[in-house]
């Protein structure tokens, strides 16, 4: 059984940056395209970032674009998300999840980790 572990949420100031890692245990990676999806308080959950098993194809969400990267370490079995510029509206719990196609759609994604708060505040 796939089992995911966020880290690397925390508190930063507008304009920052944070890193946000997606570990795996259990079977490789290798096999699975990975996303980060994200819900804020009230609102309804949306896909940040995917990218496909091999990395060669990555999509963001509009809002995210040229800010966020995703990347993966098929390795260290790890997917990460690069977030710069970071502005208050990105404040939600992020998650990863593991799937087969590398879309930004929450249904086709079996495996989820439990999640990573970030606050975006002065």
């Known amino acids: 059984q796939l089992q995911l572990v966020e880290s690397g949420g925390g508190l930063v100031q507008p304009g920052g940056s944070l890193r946000l890692s997606c570990a795996a245990s259990g079977p490789t990676l290798d ?20 990218i496909s098993c091999n990395g060669g194809v990555t999509d963001y969400l509009d809002s995210v674009k040229g800010r966020f990267t995703i990347s993966r370490d098929n390795v260290k079995n790890t997917v990460y998300l690069q977030m710069n510029s970071l502005k208050p509206e990105d404040t939600a719990a992020y998650y990863c999840a593991a799937g087969w196609y590398p879309v930004l759609e929450a249904n086709e ?11 975006v505040s002065s």
């Open 31 to 50: 096999y699975y395209a990975v996303a980060w999806f994200r819900q804020a308080p009230g609102k309804e959950r949306e896909g940040v970032a995917v």
């Open 109 to 119: 994604f079996n495996y989820w980790g439990q999640g990573t708060h970030v606050t």
